[in-house]
């Protein structure tokens, strides 16, 4: 079993629609959760971060985290052509380890 | 103010070379990551730097793997006897020392892309 693991893609979506991505992970410990984007060709920037049960909200972006299911998903809300990108899910596990465990991520295209 | 950069950005060698992957991190930030990413696949750790001690070196795969940071700033990834398998894009970050999270973010340079043919 993979680390975190990431809902298979391509997910299309039309612009302006809600495109749902979802993440689970092994590691019932684990402390807390990145979603990061990549654009093709380009490192991961980091979008959203979250670390307690419930959602959290940054512009059109909402990542809910449910630990006991051990899952976390993102939201991106009214979808742009400028989202269209891999999206990749992070773990920490915390207790002083600092690396990040990534899933393979889901791409993302935004239909204009 | 830079980011990390990472040099060179492409590297083409033989196998059996030895090549080394240099990272210079953001100024000020103390912890710097290695990771490699293979095509259709996220990043995957290999070692966590803290100053100039290498604090976790568990992601490494093999011997022919090695990184320094003599100083606490830049660092360089070393592999020796490339094999196919090594083909991919290296990724270095830096952040604040501590862990992760939203105010002490891991930056991520543009990678090198490493082709062993």
């Known amino acids: 079993q993979k680390e975190v693991e990431q809902n298979s893609g391509p997910l299309s979506v039309p612009e302006g629609a809600i495109a749902s991505l979802n993440c689970t992970y092994s590691?019932?410990?684990?402390?807390?959760f990145f979603w990061y984007r990549q654009y093709s060709g380009k490192s991961p920037e980091l979008i959203m971060f979250i670390y307690s049960n419930g959602d959290k909200e940054d512009g059109r972006f909402t990542a809910q985290l449910n630990k006991a299911s051990q899952y976390v998903s993102l939201l991106i809300r009214d979808s742009q052509p400028s989202d269209s990108a891999t999206y990749l899910c992070?773990?920490?596990?915390?207790?002083?380890?600092?690396?990040?465990?990534f899933g393979a991520g889901t791409t993302v295209t935004v239909r204009a | 103010g830079a980011g990390v950069s990472q040099t060179p950005s492409n590297k083409v060698t033989e196998k059996g070379k030895y090549v080394e992957l240099r990272c210079d991190p953001i100024?000020?930030?103390?912890?710097l990551y290695w990771y490699r990413q293979s095509l259709g696949q996220g990043p995957e750790f290999l070692i966590y730097?803290?100053?100039?001690?290498?604090?976790?070196d568990s992601g490494l795969p093999n011997d022919r793997f090695f990184a320094v940071r003599p100083e606490g700033s830049v660092s360089t990834l070393k592999i020796q006897r490339t094999e196919r398998g090594d083909s991919a894009v290296y990724l270095c970050a830096s952040s604040l020392m501590g862990a992760p999270s939203s105010y002490n973010e891991q930056f991520f340079g543009p990678g090198t892309r490493l082709t062993v043919l």
């Open positions: 590691d019932r410990g684990s402390q807390s």
């Open positions: 730097f803290q100053g100039t001690g290498a604090a976790d």
């Open positions: 100024s000020g930030h103390t912890a």
């Open positions: 992070a773990v920490n596990p915390g207790r002083g380890d600092y690396k990040l465990s």
